[in-house]
């Protein structure tokens, strides 16, 4: 078992910059592979960006590709998503969630936070 909590989401102009963090507890991160998913007003929810167990695939789809970096900090047990040149498109509920391997779909994912709003304005 492990437990995510989502911090960093905010209310931005477009063409910002913002960094959102995953905190896990009760398992490290590295136990998991870990990935973003949002879900705006009337969507689906998707995956925005994952990353592998070992770190050594990271997958982007394809409107964030350039724009958002996922990455992992063992030591202090976070997932980070750091989000540049951001647009109104972006806009949505932001989450973290675990897998015990890195996936494309929100089922695959059994471990996950309550989300964190991004808002961008244009």
């Known amino acids: 078992q492990v437990q995510l909590v989502e911090s960093g989401g905010g209310l931005v102009q477009a063409g910002d910059s913002l960094r959102l963090s995953c905190a896990a507890s009760?398992?490290?991160?590295?136990?998991?592979?870990m990935g973003w998913f949002r879900q705006g007003p009337g969507m689906e929810r998707e995956l925005v960006a994952a990353?592998?167990?070992?770190?050594?695939?990271?997958y982007y789809e394809d409107s964030v590709k350039g724009r958002f970096t996922i990455s992992r900090d063992n030591a202090k047990n976070t997932l980070s998503l750091q989000m540049n040149s951001l647009k109104p498109e972006d806009t949505a509920v932001y989450y973290c969630a675990a897998s015990s391997a890195l996936g494309y779909k929100g089922y695959e994912y059994p471990y996950w936070g309550q989300g964190t709003q991004v808002t961008v304005s244009s």
């Open positions: 990353i592998s167990r070992s770190g050594y695939t990271k």
């Open positions: 009760g398992r490290t991160v590295s136990s998991y592979a």
